[in-house]
C-alpha cells in the first residue's frame, strides 16, 4: 500500500485563502465590478474582435521570442543603458538583489526612497528588506501605493488594488493619512497624488 502524499503547507494556506475570498461576497462585488468596467473599457477601444485577438496572438509570439533570445537581449540592453550613463548591476539570487539596492541606498544615507511599480522587486519583497535596515521604500504608483498602505500584496499584475472598492480606499486613507471620508474617486486620486507628491519632495 503507498504512503499518502503530503501536501506541502504552502499549497494547504494558498487553498485555505482561496477558500476564504471565494465566501467573500464584497471581495467578489469588488472583482465583478472591476472586471466587468475593464472588459467595456477593452470592448470600446478594440471594437473587433478579430483584430482584437490578432493583437492578443502577436503580442504572445512577441513575448516568446523576447523570452527565447533573454540573455541576448539583456546584454544588449546593458550596453544601450551604460552608453547612455547608467549604472548596470546584475544578481544571480534574491538576496544579492536586495544587498545591492541595500548598498545603493546606504552610500547615499537614505532613509527615505520612492521606487517605480516593478513585479520583480515585489517577488524580492524589496520593500520589507529595506525597512528591516531603517529605510522607507515607497510604492509611487497608485494601486500599489494603497496596498502598501494597508499592508497588503497587489491582486492584479496590472491593477494592484483591483480588489478594493472606493469605500475601501476611503476608509483606508481616513485612517492611515487623516484626511476627511470622501468616495469621490476622483478626490482619492488627488489625495492620494498630493501625498506621493509631498512624498518626492521629502525623499532622499
Known sequence: MNAPQRIPAIELDFKGRA???LGDDQLRRNFRTAMDSLM?????????????E???????????RALSKLPELLERLEANLTRNGVKVHWAETVEEANQIVLQIAQARQAKQVIK???????????????????????ESDMGEYIVQLDNEKPSHIIMPAIHKNAGQVASLFTDKLGVDYTKDVDQLIQIGRRTLRQKFFEAD
Do not use: P
Request: no cysteine; proline share 0%.
Open 116 to 138: 517605480g511599480k516593478s513585479m520583480v522587486s515585489e517577488e524580492m519583497e524589496m520593500n520589507h528588506f529595506l525597512e528591516g535596515h531603517g529605510i522607507e521604500s515607497l
Open 54 to 64: 490578432r493583437l492578443r496572438e502577436m503580442g504572445n509570439h512577441i513575448r516568446a
Open 19 to 21: 477558500h476564504n475570498a
Open 40 to 52: 467595456t473599457k477593452r470592448a470600446a477601444s478594440f471594437s473587433d474582435a478579430d483584430e482584437r
